[in-house]
């Protein structure tokens, strides 16, 4: 069964740094991409990040883009996303999610979310 | 960007109902439009990818329909499991961009 396990969301101070971890098992993630997806507190879904299966293309929303780097470790089935210059904006449950195929494709499935508090 | 807009945003039905969902891109996608179910506190679920594939697992009540600009997501006859928020998501063009939202509620 596919499983996805974000880690490292927390409450961190405007202008402050934090990386989230998503650990992948149950398929084979180096030839999987894949995308962080955020959600703010009552809002909807905004796509932040994407990558593809070597990490050699990323892709990224212009909220977060300079700020926010995507990335992976196949050798230990891992995501990560990196996100520095943490502004209020980026108060949300951040998801990730295996995507079907290229990079741009649907997302399925989704881990359970890590949530990231930026607060002074 | 290619902006999604769903209609409506909420809507009431009574278990048994059919009920539509559409959403209407700025431009054409084709068919790269995906739906989502998302239940309070949990993570999405994709229920149709390609605009009318039907995930393996999902009931076949839904079903999805349009290409180009506008699409509609049916529930045949509402479940009470049905009962959540649905998003409709385009993969034609990066910045990926999600619909609004659209909340079914019990009346």
């Known amino acids: ?120 | 960007d290619i902006q999604m807009t769903q209609s409506p945003s909420s809507v009431s039905a009574s278990v048994g109902d059919r009920v539509t969902i559409t959403c209407r891109a700025s431009q054409g996608i084709s068919s790269w439009l995906a739906w989502y179910q998302q239940k309070p506190g949990k993570a999405p679920k994709l229920l149709i990818s390609t605009a009318s594939s039907l995930q393996s697992g999902v009931p076949s009540r839904f079903s999805g329909s349009g290409s180009g600009t506008d699409f509609t997501l049916t529930i045949s006859s509402l479940q009470p499991e049905d009962f959540a928020t649905y998003y409709c998501q385009q993969a034609n063009s990066f910045p990926i961009t999600f619909g609004q939202g659209t909340r079914l509620e019990i009346k």
């Not at chain 1, 943490?86 to 990079?103: G, H």
Request: hydrophobic share 35%; with cysteine.
């Open chain 1, 1 to 120: 069964e596919v499983h996805l396990l974000e880690s490292g969301g927390d409450l961190v101070q405007p202008g402050g740094s934090l990386r989230l971890s998503c650990a992948a098992s149950g398929f084979t993630f180096s030839i999987c991409a894949m995308t962080w997806v955020r959600q703010a507190p009552g809002k909807g879904l905004e796509w932040v990040s994407s990558i593809d299966t070597t990490g050699g293309g990323t892709y990224y929303a212009d909220s977060v883009k300079g700020r926010f780097t995507i990335s992976r470790d196949n050798s230990k089935n891992t995501l990560y996303l990196q996100m520095n210059s943490l502004r209020a904006e980026d108060t949300a449950v951040y998801y990730c999610a295996k995507i079907n195929t290229q990079p741009r494709d649907w997302f399925d499935p989704w881990g359970q979310g890590s949530l990231v508090t930026v607060s002074s």
